[in-house]
Structure formats: structure tokens, C-alpha cells
């Protein structure tokens, strides 16, 4: 490749194919931005060979063939990687492909610490898993995108990178959030959104609410919105207890995204207590809706905020429900937090992150 070349770049696509959320909802979206800003350039590797809307299922049934090669792949300490993979400048690889081809020069996206933070709130399988895949390949990278500048710390602090060899690149919000009419409910309703699984906090959520007087309760509604993730039983049980004996909560298990926006667009707040986020894309997707949020004050969810939102500490009772009474009694602090978000949504496009990276793999290339 000569200097005025651009650099062809081959992303992973392999989170596509399984049962995920988040890394999933960025890699969908992020692969697209960049396929349309440089189409030339971009080659995708373990995709799903049809072009399709996102949708948070997935596993053998539906994409047998891609998965074993992926497993072939990772059982072969990836022998034949440089066979697969399409001929590139640079290879982007996820968490999921162990062994990259040799010869591209080496990115990735940290999204989180998950793994080594909060341990507990993973799955020991996964912990294990992020953690050799950090000293094996990410340790090799040539350079990074963490998706938040909290991500980017933990990385250098907790994984001992270097700061020039990771940058932040904030993920986008999908255009359908800036421009999504509200749905029309019978009652207002708070909104909690994301896999039931403990880092989420659902369970002190449904505390929370439980403990809200009962007048406000008939008044209001709380609708949760998320497929079972993993040790989600407790939670689940509780949820449908929940649901069948108390006409304000709603449990609306897995959303498509088609219907996200509208749902989001219309509550009277976003309720994300998450314990930890490598980012918090709830939290983006409310705000360019114009929803009010609510969020914790811990890891990147105050930098996603960027002062347009209530925080509070995801441990706190008190504090949760004390957010939630000041939203829906004050119309001028909705309309606040309103204006506020919908200012800081817009730096989360897309198109401004597909240029981003762009900028980062050419200079990955060229250094």
C-alpha cells in the first residue's frame, strides 16, 4: 500500500452472531457507519451472510456455518486465520476470535473492565475468557479504541497500556432516537432498559419501586424492557411476581429495535442504575429521544451524562426514589433535562464516529 492508499480494514464480526446486547448494538451500527463512509475500504469477517436488522438473538440455529468456523478458528489456535480472513491493512478483531491472522497490523475496541472490576457481575467462563484474551492478544495490539475515556483509564491503570496506544471514540446513537415519536401509554411511565442480569440492578430497581407510596404507584408506571441474561432467575421470579401482583409494574421482555425509539421517546424517565458500564448506551439512546435519565454516578455513566441527567448512587433506595419523585413532579425540570440531553445526544453520531475511526486506522497504518 503506498502512502495515498487507503488502508483496506477487516472487521471481526463475530459478536453478530451470538445472543448479545451492547457489543452487539455498537458493532451493528459501527460497521455500517464506516461501510458508508469509505465502502471501498471495509471488509467484514464471521458476518452473518445476510444483511439484516439487528436482533439481540442469535446461536447455531442461526448462523451454524459462521460459528464453527469460528470455533475451528479458536481450537486451532487460528492455523488457518490467515486463510480466512480477507487480505487487509489492518484487522480489527473482537473478543470472541482468539487468534488474529498475522501480518495486518492489529486493532481492537475495549469496551469495558467488566472482568476485572466487578468480577462477580460476569460470568466465570467470561472472566476468564476477557482476561486471556487480554494477555494474549490485546497486550500485542497495535492500538485501541476504548469507547469511553473511563474505559481508556481502566485499561492503562488495571491492564498497564500505554496512553498513546488507545483512544476514545464514543459510540453512536441510530438516527431513528433524534427524530422518534413517543408511543401513548394509559398512565406516565418510568423506563428501565437492558439484559436482566445483576450488573444491571434490577433487583433494587423493583426495591425502589416498591417502596414509592402507594398513590404513586396508582398514578405511575415502571416498564422493563430487556431479554434474560445470565443469572437472571432471582430477578425473573421477583419480575413476574411483580407483574402479577402490582398494576404498576410491567415487564415487556425483549424489544425489538424498530420499537425502541418510540418506547423510549415517551417515558417520563430513563431509570439505568447500572453497577458498571464501559459506556451506557441506554443512556445516549434516552437523551437523543429527548426521556429524561436517571443513571449512576459510577464508571463512565457520569462522562455519557455529560451533566444532562439526574445521577444517583446505583446503591441507594433513597436516592433512586428520590430522582424519580422530582421528575414526575416537576414538568419544568423534565423540560430541562429534555433540552439538556437532546444537546448532549448530538455528539453521539454515528457518521462522527465512523470518521473517527477512519482517522485512527490511517494512522494506525501510517505510524
Known amino acids: 500500500m503506498t502512502a495515498v492508499e487507503r488502508p483496506v480494514i477487516c472487521i471481526d464480526s463475530s459478536p453478530l452472531l451470538v445472543r448479545s446486547a451492547g457489543v452487539k448494538t455498537y458493532l451493528y451500527h459501527w460497521t455500517r457507519a464506516l ?18 436488522e439487528l436482533n439481540h438473538d442469535g446461536g447455531p440455529r442461526l448462523h451454524f456455518s459462521q460459528l464453527a468456523a469460528l470455533l475451528l478458528l479458536n481450537r486451532t489456535a487460528g492455523i488457518f486465520a490467515n486463510v480466512a ?31 476485572w472490576i466487578v468480577p462477580q457481575l460476569q460470568k466465570s467462563a467470561n472472566v476468564k475468557g476477557d482476561r486471556e484474551f487480554a494477555s494474549r492478544v490485546l497486550t500485542a495490539a497495535d492500538g485501541m479504541i476504548a469507547v469511553s475515556e473511563n474505559t481508556r483509564q481502566d485499561a492503562i491503570r488495571i491492564l498497564d497500556f500505554h496512553p498513546d496506544k488507545i483512544c476514545v471514540i464514543h459510540p453512536g446513537v441510530p438516527e431513528a432516537y433524534f427524530s422518534a415519536a413517543p408511543i401513548l401509554r394509559a398512565r406516565p411511565y418510568f423506563l428501565s432498559v437492558g439484559t436482566i442480569e445483576p450488573r444491571k440492578n434490577i433487583d433494587l430497581l423493583l426495591t425502589a419501586w416498591a417502596s414509592l407510596p402507594p398513590s404513586f404507584r396508582e398514578e405511575h408506571t415502571l416498564l422493563i424492557a430487556g431479554m434474560e441474561g445470565w443469572d437472571s432467575a432471582t430477578t425473573m421470579s421477583r419480575l413476574r411476581q411483580m407483574t402479577r401482583d402490582d398494576a404498576s409494574v410491567e415487564y415487556l421482555g425483549y424489544v425489538a429495535e424498530a420499537g425502541m425509539p418510540s418506547l423510549v421517546a415517551g417515558a417520563l424517565a430513563l431509570v439505568y442504575p447500572s453497577l458498571y458500564e464501559g459506556f451506557g448506551i441506554p443512556v445516549a439512546q434516552a437523551m437523543a429521544a429527548g426521556c429524561p435519565v436517571i443513571t449512576s454516578n459510577v464508571s463512565s455513566l457520569p462522562e455519557v451524562a455529560g451533566g444532562a441527567a439526574i445521577l444517583v448512587d446505583p446503591r441507594s433506595v433513597s436516592e433512586i426514589t428520590g430522582a424519580m419523585t422530582r421528575v414526575a413532579g416537576s414538568s419544568d425540570l423534565r423540560e430541562d433535562l429534555r433540552r439538556r440531553g437532546r444537546e448532549r445526544a448530538r455528539h453521539f453520531t454515528w457518521a462522527r464516529a465512523a470518521s473517527e475511526s477512519l482517522r485512527y486506522f490511517d494512522g494506525l497504518v501510517h505510524s
Open 35 to 52: 461501510a458508508a463512509a469509505r465502502p471501498a475500504s471495509i471488509r467484514s469477517f464471521l458476518a452473518p451472510r445476510e444483511a439484516a
Open 85 to 115: 480472513a480477507p487480505k487487509c491493512d489492518v484487522f480489527h478483531i473482537s473478543n470472541l476470535l482468539r487468534y488474529p491472522p498475522r501480518g495486518p497490523k492489529l486493532s481492537a475496541t475495549v469496551h469495558d473492565l467488566t472482568s
